[in-house]
C-alpha cells in the first residue's frame, strides 16, 4: 500500500509564497504520476498540476502557470509544490495524489488516481 504524506500548508498573505511537500512510501510503476489537487470550501477538487516520475513531463492547469512550479526528490520520493505569487483565490485543501502512466491528457481526472494524501490546508490573506 502507497502512503502519500503533504506538509508545508499554513497562511500567508497575497502575493506570498508557501512550499507544499508529498513524501511518498514507495515509487512503483503505480505512482509513476504524482499530481496536486486542491479543494475550496463548497467546491469541487481540482486538477493544480502533475508530473511524470520516468519521463519527467509535467502538466500544469492553466490558472496556475508561471506561478506554481513542481520539482522531485528522487532520493527522498518527495515531490514539491513551489506556489509563488499567492491569490486568494489560491485557498483551499491541497492534496497530494498519485496514479500509474497513462496518456498526459487524462492526468487532470481524478479518478485516474488510485492514491491520495489526507491533505493540507493553504490559506492566502487579502
Known amino acids: 500500500q502507497v502512503q502519500l504524506v503533504e506538509s508545508g500548508g499554513g497562511l500567508v498573505q497575497a502575493g506570498g509564497s508557501l512550499r507544499l511537500s508529498c513524501a511518498a512510501s514507495t515509487l512503483t510503476f503505480r505512482t509513476d504520476v504524482m499530481g496536486w489537487f486542491r479543494q475550496a470550501p463548497g467546491k469541487e477538487r481540482e486538477f493544480v498540476l502533475a508530473?511524470?516520475?520516468?519521463?519527467?513531463?509535467?502538466y500544469y492547469a492553466d490558472s496556475v502557470k508561471g506561478r506554481f512550479t513542481a520539482s522531485k526528490d528522487s532520493a527522498k520520493n518527495t515531490l514539491y509544490l513551489q506556489m509563488n505569487s499567492l491569490e486568494p483565490e489560491d485557498t483551499g485543501v491541497y492534496y497530494c495524489a498519485a496514479r500509474p502512466r497513462g496518456p498526459w491528457e487524462s492526468w487532470p481526472s481524478l479518478s485516474g488516481y488510485d492514491y491520495w494524501g489526507q491533505g493540507t490546508q493553504v490559506t492566502v490573506s487579502s
Open positions: 508530473v511524470s516520475w520516468s519521463g519527467g513531463a509535467a
